[in-house]
């Protein structure tokens, strides 16, 4: 497994032999680290939490140029076929997807899913978190939302070990809500704070997420850097 952080709630993910992108927002994002796309020899998959412009990103341009099947919504797919993109596996909150040794499971999350063009708002579905697993890894990609108590659920249902947790506030969990998710609602080994710093409104300080989580170590990685779980 090879886990990468790219910024804000950007990753690149090695998982049973799958290269995956998860809310690849490489082109506006201060945190990407420039020319790691030079270094992806593919993109067998681009998973997408929900359909705001900071999430789905380069996806279009990426899903064509390397081939990728884009798991997502059925409303952001639709939207995404009109931009070229031709391979999809699409779904939904409670469902799960299978590619050969990869699983995804979509879950719930708390926010919302739209994208604004010439003026109008175009509503995308639901918005979602993700969970991938290789039946001995199990990532938990919280996407962006609040703090529900149904953290328990996804906790019982895919037992993740990773967690990818929002904490910029503003637009997300804060360092408050996020620490509870993390010591009440979820048993995470090891936790990425994501979706902090990009801009100036995601004023969610993680040294502040750090020292109020009980349980799990929380991880500063760089971004363009694999992550270290030892």
Same mark, same amino acid.
């Given at each position: 497994m090879?886990?990468?952080?790219?910024?804000?709630?950007a990753?690149?993910?090695e998982?049973?032999?799958k290269?995956?992108?998860v809310?690849p927002?490489?082109a506006?994002?201060?945190?990407?680290?420039?020319?790691?796309?030079?270094?992806?020899?593919?993109?067998?998959v681009i998973?997408?939490?929900?359909?705001?412009?900071d999430?789905?990103g380069d996806?279009?341009r990426l899903?064509k140029?390397y081939?990728?099947?884009?798991?997502?919504?059925?409303?952001i797919?639709?939207?995404?076929?009109?931009?070229?993109?031709e391979?999809?596996?699409?779904?939904?909150? =409670? +469902?799960?997807v299978?590619?050969? *040794?990869?699983?995804?499971?979509? &879950?719930?999350?708390?926010?919302?899913? !739209? #994208?604004?063009e =010439? +003026?109008?708002?175009?509503?995308? *579905?639901?918005?979602?978190?993700? &969970?991938?697993?290789?039946?001995?890894? !199990? #990532?938990?990609h919280? +996407?962006?939302?609040?703090?529900?108590?149904?953290m328990?659920?996804?906790?019982?249902?895919?037992s993740?070990?990773?967690?990818?947790?929002?904490m910029?506030d503003?637009?997300?969990?804060?360092?408050?809500s996020a620490?509870?998710a993390?010591?009440?609602?979820?048993?995470?080994?090891?936790?990425v704070?994501?979706?902090?710093?990009?801009?100036?409104l995601?004023?969610?300080?993680?040294?502040?997420?750090?020292?109020l989580?009980k349980?799990g170590?929380?991880l500063?990685?760089?971004?363009g850097?694999p992550i270290?779980?030892?």
């Amino acid at each position: 497994m090879k886990l990468v952080w790219l910024g804000h709630s950007a990753f690149h993910i090695e998982l049973a032999g799958k290269s995956i992108l998860v809310d690849p927002f490489f082109a506006g994002n201060s945190k990407y680290p420039a020319q790691y796309e030079d270094s992806l020899k593919s993109v067998d998959v681009i998973a997408l939490t929900h359909g705001h412009r900071d999430h789905i990103g380069d996806t279009a341009r990426l899903a064509k140029k390397y081939g990728s099947v884009v798991a997502a919504q059925p409303e952001i797919c639709t939207y995404l076929g009109k931009s070229g993109v031709e391979k999809f596996q699409q779904m939904n909150i =409670g +469902g799960t997807v299978k590619i050969d *040794g990869l699983s995804i499971s979509m &879950v719930n999350a708390e926010h919302s899913s !739209s #994208i604004v063009e =010439g +003026g109008q708002i175009i509503p995308l *579905g639901d918005p979602a978190g993700l &969970v991938f697993r290789d039946g001995t890894n !199990s #990532i938990y990609h919280a +996407g962006d939302t609040g703090l529900f108590s149904d953290m328990k659920l996804i906790e019982r249902l895919y037992s993740p070990k990773i967690g990818l947790i929002p904490m910029g506030d503003r637009f997300t969990m804060g360092p408050e809500s996020a620490a509870i998710a993390c010591n009440e609602f979820l048993e995470l080994d090891y936790i990425v704070p994501i979706h902090w710093g990009t801009f100036g409104l995601l004023t969610g300080d993680p040294d502040v997420f750090a020292g109020l989580v009980k349980r799990g170590k929380v991880l500063r990685p760089e971004p363009g850097k694999p992550i270290d779980f030892k």
